[in-house]
């Protein structure tokens, strides 16, 4: 029994020397990175590369857990093209939708060793912007006609461009703190639809580069 009491004091002291920041300490990070997202259970989908950027704040509640809040510019979306012919139409697209957010990352932080933190919480987002843009093309009989996607009323199967205005996620992910710089990198599993009458999700890979300030 006295093996074991010295064997976990010695773990626990061992453990407090883990975090960058002692317990009661309050930081906050401005960061910038990218996301590179795509929307599930759409055809013909690639990934759009867009800006992640804002603030958290992190309080640590002992040596080992902290808590975070932030505020993140987030964009958003995915890349759909697409061809085919039938009879003598052919027709193209290469269509970008864009759906931009105000990300509310909530997440509790576990120091494993010094200044490497694993992350899991919860996310709020608000749509701040949506919309398609892109060229649709249509071959008729030999004749070319080129249309932006807000010019073509034809009936294709498009992403729909209205999102809802509220969206919910779950953010995993891990963090590496070397002398107040912060490089993270999350994924975003999506839980909520984007559109009404969809079961489509947001699937978003974020990494950011930031810096903390002791308050």
Request: proline content about 3%; overall charge neutral.
């Amino acid at each position: 029994m006295k093996s074991f009491i010295i064997a976990t004091s010695l773990l626990m002291s061992s453990l407090a020397a883990f975090a960058q920041h002692a317990a009661g300490t309050l930081t906050i990070q401005p960061k910038v990175g990218l996301n590179i997202t795509t929307i599930t259970q759409e055809p013909d989908i690639s990934a759009r590369v867009g800006l992640a950027a804002g603030v958290e704040a992190e309080y640590m509640i002992s040596d080992m857990f902290s808590f975070s809040a932030g505020a993140l510019y987030s964009m958003q979306g995915a890349k759909q093209k697409s061809s085919f012919t039938e009879g003598t139409i052919s027709v193209g697209y290469d269509i970008t939708s864009k759906y931009d957010y105000i990300n509310i990352p909530l997440m509790a932080n576990v120091y494993v060793i010094k200044g490497l933190a694993v992350k899991a919480g919860l996310q709020p987002s608000f749509n701040v912007s949506s919309k398609n843009d892109g060229d649709v093309t249509i071959v008729l009989n030999g004749e070319t006609k080129n249309y932006s996607v807000g010019e073509y009323t034809g009936d294709l199967d498009f992403i729909d461009p209205s999102a809802n205005s509220f969206y919910f996620s779950i953010p995993v992910g891990a963090s590496y703190e070397y002398k107040n710089v912060v490089f993270d990198a999350r994924y975003n599993i999506g839980v909520s639809k984007i559109w009404k009458g969809s079961y489509s999700k947001h699937s978003v890979f974020q990494m950011t580069l930031g810096y903390k300030f002791s308050l």
